[in-house]
Structure formats: C-alpha cells, structure tokens
C-alpha cells in the first residue's frame, strides 16, 4: 500500500459543494471500494466541464491508497461509468497524459450519489502551447486509429459533454452517426430554448444537405477513413500542464470512435483562443483527410455540434444558439444541392 492524491467526481454537487473542508467525511463505499485509507479530503474548486458549476460534479482532493471498485443505477450511474469506461480507455493509449482512473461506484449512504475516482494532479490552468498539445492529441489519433473494438462508429457505453448524454449507438457509416449524435445534440438544445420555425427548417436541409455533402465523400469511393479514439471535450480546461511534471494532461473526455478531425471542432470556437496554430500543428502531423478542400466546412460543421452544446448549457442566454444558427444558414446556402448536386 502507497500513499497517493486522488480526483474525485460526483454526481450531486449539493452533497459535496464547492466549499469541502478537512472536516467533511468520504462515503464508505469510496473507501472500501478503492481499499484506501482516507487521510484528508480537500477543496479543489468546481469541475471546469463549464461554467454552471452548481449544476456539474463537485471535483476534490483526495489523499488514499489503491484502488478498485464498480455498481449500478441510472443516470448519475451511467455518468460515472461513462467517465471511467472513457478515460480508461484514454489512460490505456496515453498514460503519461491522462489522470489514472481508479474507481467508480455509488455512495453507500446515498444510492443516487455516484462517484468516479482518478489520480489527482496539480495543474497550471492556461492554454497549453500548440506544438506540446498537439503532439500528444495526434499521437493518440495514430494510436488508435483503426482500433475500435467492433470496427464501427460509436462507443460501448453512454458518455456525457457536461450533464448531456451522447447518442453512442454504434453505426457502420460515420456520416449516420454523427448525423444521430446531431439529432441528440438538437433534442437536448430545444428543450433549453424552444422550438423555432427556421432553425426547424434548418436541421432538416443540415440533415439532407449539409451532412450528406460534406461527410459522404469521406468513404466514397477511393477516400476512406477509419474510426479513431475521439476525446470530444478538447476545450482548454480540459488540456492543461501538470505543474510537478510539466507533461500536458488531458481529461475529462466524453470517447466515442470517429473521425478524427472530429475532435477538432471546438478548437474553432473564438471563445477557446485556439484554432489555427493547433489546427495547423495538428495538419502537420496527422494530414487532412480527402477531400482536403472540404476541410474547413468539415471543421464547421463539427464546431457546430459545440455551439449547440454550449447553447444548451446556457438556458437562459441566446447568443450561442443565434450563432448556430448563423452558421448553419452559411453551410446550408453554400450547399443546397446537397450530396447528389455535387
């Protein structure tokens, strides 16, 4: 047995809040199932999935010794075990730049409280540089590429972006998939905004058109790709540098296998102070797929699925869903003849 610092997330904030202290005890199923010995439980400040951090999961240091655990439930269940299945899968491929998962269970004083346990590591929170970041993104897409385990599109259990469920059905045809993680994406923005009469008629040209005519040529004829570990949340508070290694750790991911290019549409977004130097960081190493003078409509249209997340997030402010919308009006004229029109 060794002492180590761990991360821990749960599933209702209230029970934990943004303010733990010394003082606060750890449910007993977190110690036993990870047979550790609780030597301190420190605030480490509100998850950074986003900024509705009385909505997400409280994170906290934890000083314990080794881990294991696992149980069932529903949706703060499938939460937790989408975040361990995921970052397992993470850890596996990158162990050097993602935060060992340990466990994952309920509260054995509270059933409907779920945890998910990982080493915990101190890091600086800024914008990694793009040459460092990337290095590691790429080298995990060349990795896994071609890896999933069943050859398809999608992922083996529900992984959420903040609090949203994916859609991770698996599917033979990326262009189907992401069409049904779109369709997902768009359910759950509705509910935070309404129905509207031209944002209607825009997903229904997005879904004939615009999906069609831009991810299709990816696997026709002498074009093919091959699905790839995608982590789906590389926004910067995400990727940071860990301060005692200086290694960039990358976390929180929602995994699905993809395109791979797919996990660069939230690079695109003027909010996260990324895109082109790590898109062009990201070219150099790992290409564009064909065709590459669709690319920037391809990233558009990924970016797109981000917009709406954040849209949804934020219920109460309309500026990210007249973005949207502002983009999908631009694809949608630029291809109204869709996939058979070209």
Known sequence: MFEETST???????????????????????????????????????DRVSPLSAA??????????????SKSGDEGRRM??????????????SPSNVPKPLAWGCWQSDPDMWFYLSHFHDMVDKVPE??????????????????SPTGKYGFQVSTHLAYIPNDNTWQTSWEVWFTQAMRQMFT???KAHGKDENLELLKEALYAKVIPRLLRPLETGANSIQPTLIHSDLWPGNCMTDKNTGHIMVF???????H???DLGSWRALRYKMGRPFFNEYQKKMGVSEPKADWDDRNALYALRYDLLVSALFAKDGTFREMAVAEMQRLVDKYPRGYEGE
């Open 8 to 46: 821990l997330v749960a599933t209702k904030p209230s029970s934990l809040g943004g303010s733990a202290s010394s003082s606060q005890t750890l449910d007993t199923n977190v110690i036993l199932g990870i047979y550790c010995t609780l030597l301190a439980l420190n605030a480490h400040g509100a």
């Open 56 to 69: 997400l999961p409280a994170r906290v240091k934890v000083l314990s010794v080794l881990p294991s655990g």
């Open 80 to 93: 937790m075990e989408g975040s361990f299945e995921s970052e397992t899968l993470f850890y596996h491929y």
């Open 130 to 147: 793009p040459q460092e970041f990337v290095s590691v993104i790429a080298q995990i897409h060349k990795d896994s590429m071609g890896n």
């Open 188 to 190: 759950v923005e509705e």
């Open 252 to 258: 929180d991911s929602c995994a699905f296998w993809g």
């Open 260 to 262: 791979n290019e797919a």
